[in-house]
């Protein structure tokens, strides 16, 4: 069986949680990549950055915090409303990142790669071992697979 550390990409793009949200979209932009791990200093895995957190960026929210209902005042207060502002108005990865991001194990068979792949619509999942990044994994890699599975 075909794992993830068969066909991870060990040559890591990685931002820092305190990466400027300009600084993280040239580096998406100039390595044509989707997302990007962002690793503490000591390498651990603390979230990913993806393209569509950052075209979250340009998105308006059209909801009053506050409605008028029987001539009384309802003020508006949601977990998912809060957390879409905070990405449109970050200015470092950490604000607009994904947290605790999903990832697999080097021995991860390529079968629950591609599964959680089409399941949960990931471009990319980070490979992690003892805490730590070790690589990523991408459609493109899995599908490499498909071509030429005998020169892995």
């Known amino acids: 069986m075909i794992t993830a550390s068969q066909i991870m990409t060990t040559e890591l793009i990685t931002l ?4 400027e949200i300009t600084r993280a ?7 044509r990549i989707n997302g990007a791990p962002v690793v503490d200093e000591r390498g651990r895995l603390v979230g ?3 393209q569509s957190d950052l075209v ?5 929210i059209p909801v009053p915090t506050v409605f008028s209902l029987l001539e009384g005042y309802i003020q508006l207060s949601s977990r998912k409303i809060e957390k879409q502002v905070r990405k449109i108005a970050a200015l470092t990865v950490a604000e607009a990142m994904t947290p605790d991001p999903v990832s ?3 021995d991860t ?5 591609a599964a959680l792949m089409v399941d949960n619509s990931f ?6 071992d003892e805490n730590k990044l070790v690589g990523i994994v991408g ?8 071509i030429n599975p005998d020169t892995l």
């Open 16 to 19: 820092t949680p305190e990466t």
């Open 25 to 31: 979209a040239e580096i998406l932009l100039s390595n």
């Open 48 to 50: 990913i950055l993806c």
């Open 56 to 60: 979250a960026q340009q998105k308006n």
């Open 104 to 106: 697999v194990r080097p």
């Open 109 to 113: 068979g390529i079968d629950a790669v």
């Open 123 to 128: 471009h990319t999942l980070p490979v992690v």
């Open 139 to 146: 459609k493109e890699d899995v599908l490499k697979t498909l």
